[in-house]
């Protein structure tokens, strides 16, 4: 066969290659090591020198044409492989999605969630202390005296051998916040705090909400307005009548604890309030002569547990997802 025939072919060879592992091996049976092209450039040496040159050329000419189509043809292969591979993948957007556990959100979690927002909604901010605190901060700032009584009614685990405890409320945050940020101030304390005590509605480890504002002149009428419009969003009741029961706080003077007028008018106690202490006002280098302020604090468990009818706080922490599927809310509401 002449050259030019043979070269004919070749490129229909190329051509005719149906895919691309084909194609490469065609590529190697060519311009591979043994190739023939490769083998016909290696009979170059037995000639004369000025043969050489012109069949040399001629060669290199025909090295560079086929491995050009080869080139050219490699990228028609590609792209109708991904052309096709684009027509068999199709994804189906109109199909529904799989049934999937997405979990769900616990009723005290949503609680808190949404009492953090209705209040976020009216200037209050968000602070945080840490669980062990300093008997410093957890009584003796908070107007608590070594020997007073009300240190003893709050079920403390004391840390063994050293100064702290299990913080019994989330009024050492008032301390803590208010050393180091100067009033004007409003402010909310979520978090965990721990007495020893448990049965259907006590656990040692529970949740508090904390609230605090201080300003000038403020009053118990800003007191009592903010926790009766609070209680009436929260209970979804817009009418509940609130009983402000005078009681004793150590930090708060005067002190008073709030019931709510619950099915078949029962009271039912929901938080304990008043207005802070000028002396707990003074450990913070607050001038109670500028500034006044009130504070509540709630048991976001119990708040739940009434919004929502669940009877033993203890299920709050079973850890039983069927408990959760019932009383847990989607991950949307
Ligand atoms: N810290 C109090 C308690 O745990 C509640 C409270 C907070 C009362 C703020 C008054 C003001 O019992």
């Not at 808190?112 to 700032?141: C, K, R």
């Not at 100064?163 to 945050?173: K, N």
């Not at 408990?323 to 509401?333: H, I, K, M, T, V």
């Amino acid at each position: 066969m002449s050259q030019t025939n043979l070269q004919q072919e070749w490129l229909q060879q190329i051509q005719a290659s149906e895919d691309l592992t084909i194609l490469d091996d065609l590529r190697v049976h060519l311009l591979g090591k043994n190739g023939l092209v490769t083998q016909q450039l290696k009979t170059l040496g037995a000639l004369a020198p000025e043969e050489r040159k012109a069949k040399g050329a001629e060669i290199n000419a025909i090295k560079d044409q086929i491995a050009l189509a080869i080139e050219e043809k490699k990228t028609l292969l590609e792209a109708q492989a991904l052309e096709s591979r684009l027509d068999n993948e199709k994804i189906d957007i109109t199909l529904p999605s799989r049934p999937e556990s997405m979990g769900k959100i616990h009723p005290l979690s949503k609680a808190i969630q949404d009492i953090t927002q209705y209040f976020s909604q009216v200037g209050f901010q968000v602070f945080d202390g840490p669980h062990i605190e300093s008997q410093e901060l957890n009584f003796d700032a908070l107007n608590i005296p070594a020997h007073h009584p009300a240190r003893q009614n709050h079920d403390t685990f004391y840390v063994a051998g050293s100064d702290e405890v299990l913080r019994t409320h989330t009024s050492p945050v008032q301390i803590r916040t208010l050393r180091n940020h100067k009033p004007p101030i409003r402010f909310l304390a979520p978090g965990r705090t721990f007495r020893s005590d448990y049965d259907a509605t006590h656990t040692p480890m529970f949740h508090q909400i904390e609230g605090v504002v201080i300003e000038e002149g403020i009053n118990f009428g800003h007191l009592k307005g903010t926790l009766i419009d609070f209680c009436r969003w929260f209970f979804e009741n817009p009418n509940m009548n609130l009983r402000f029961r005078p009681s004793f706080f150590p930090f708060t003077e005067p002190s008073a604890e709030v019931d709510i007028s619950w099915k078949n008018d029962k009271w039912l106690e929901v938080l304990g309030c008043g207005m802070i202490h000028p002396t707990v006002l003074q450990n913070c280098g607050v001038d109670p002569n500028q500034f006044q302020g009130f504070a509540f604090g709630m048991g976001a468990e119990r708040l739940t547990m009434l919004k929502y009818g669940i009877n033993d706080i203890r299920s709050f922490y079973d850890g039983d997802t069927r408990w959760l599927d019932l009383y847990g809310f989607g991950a949307q509401s």
